[in-house]
């Protein structure tokens, strides 16, 4: 929403942000209290007045919206403060901060410098609002790619609930962002979800995000399963009077860490947990006198068991953006971008085994 006006609502004294020194129009960005009603003024529910002085040239060149309102018949392009209803300042400014950044001079300004230390400090929760506006001010989200790069780098992520950091590193193209957050949820989380915006309930992921999430969490219970059941089979298989008694040593140790049976395990706890629990399989292993001497029933248990958790630590690195992504083709054409994505996906993998291998070497 967009008007002209040169005095603030109910005289509220604007807070000015200079975000370039070359500034030719002000953009007076009104916050309220709560959302307005179609023909509320909302004069009595201005809860923040912001005027960020801008260069005209550098919003018109980005928003097609700018363009067409600064440019065209409307009252606004002679005016020199424009109205912004219903925004967030902070977010707004990260916006600013980024277009005005895709110049070279003014992010080396001491101008420059300043807002983009500011805007580096913006609550992850704000992100939403940094999207919602840019779509609405028809800004090309790969316009905001150099900023979010850098607000990334600043802050320590770790700590961040990925819930959080799932669309806005989809949305903003944060290729190591995304990978980082969709790891972090399926080893972390037992239900694989993303936060629900109560402001922007149209921002969220695409369903096949979400979708491959579970099914990257279900195929690291199975491999778990299947590394254990290796073992199992073993001892069945196996033709020695020892047998008996080392299967049971070894499912009773299992039984106790907590961590098995892994399906059961996995609907209360993350995949972490339950890989913690195992680990502690050799607080609760004591192998049957009759194994001694056994060349299958002696084996070490527990370093099997480490390796089995190992694999599963190794197995996902996170979902690949660009594979999530279909609108935004990397190579010639739609198809190259397909058979592209799988070589590098093998490429991948083969790197994985690489390093399983070499965690069992270590072993």
Not at 9 to 15: E, G, K, L, T
Not at 105 to 118: F, R, V
Not at 170 to 194: C, P, S
Not at 199 to 212: A, G, K
Request: hydrophobic share 35%.
């Amino acid at each position: 929403m967009a008007s002209s006006t040169k005095s603030p609502p109910d005289a509220i004294v604007p807070n000015i942000v200079v975000i370039t020194d070359d500034a030719d129009v002000t953009l007076r960005v009104i916050k309220y209290t709560q959302r307005l009603k179609p023909g509320d003024d909302g004069n009595d529910k201005v809860k923040s007045i912001t005027d960020f002085n801008v260069n005209t040239q550098v919003m018109i060149r980005n928003s097609e919206f700018f363009k067409t309102l600064l440019t065209g018949n409307f009252a606004e392009a002679s005016q020199s403060v424009v109205t912004l209803k219903e925004h967030d300042p902070s977010a707004m400014q990260a916006i600013f901060c980024a277009l005005h950044s895709q110049y070279e001079d003014w992010s080396a300004s001491s101008c420059g410098l300043s807002i983009t230390k500011q805007t580096l400090g913006l609550s992850v929760h704000s992100l939403c609002d940094v999207i919602s506006s840019a779509r609405h001010f028809l800004i090309e989200m790969v316009e905001l790619d150099s900023w979010f790069k850098l607000w990334y780098e600043h802050g320590d992520n770790s700590k961040t609930d990925p819930k959080l950091m799932l669309y806005p590193t989809y949305q903003l193209n944060h290729a190591e962002g995304f990978a980082a957050a969709t790891k972090k949820m399926v080893y972390h989380h037992t239900r694989i979800e993303e936060t629900k915006n109560q402001q922007h309930r149209d921002l969220h992921l695409p369903p096949r995000v979400i979708q491959q999430l579970c099914a990257a969490r279900g195929r690291l219970k199975t491999i778990l399963s299947n590394q254990i059941w290796n073992h199992i089979s073993g001892l069945l298989d196996g033709s020695c009077n020892c047998k008996e008694k080392t299967l049971f040593a070894f499912l009773h140790a299992l039984k106790e860490t907590g961590g098995f049976p892994v399906d059961q395990a996995a609907q209360r706890n993350p995949i972490a947990n339950v890989l913690h629990q195992l680990a502690d399989f050799d607080n609760y292993f004591e192998a049957p006198a009759e194994a001694k001497g056994c060349s299958r029933c002696s084996t070490d248990w527990s370093s099997a068991m480490k390796t089995a958790c190992a694999v599963v630590w190794k197995y996902f690195d996170g979902l690949c953006l660009d594979c999530m992504d279909h609108t935004q083709p990397k190579f010639a054409d739609e198809h190259e971008d397909y058979w592209g994505h799988l070589e590098r996906d093998m490429e991948r993998r083969d790197d994985q085994q690489g390093a399983i291998r070499q965690v069992v070497q270590m072993q």
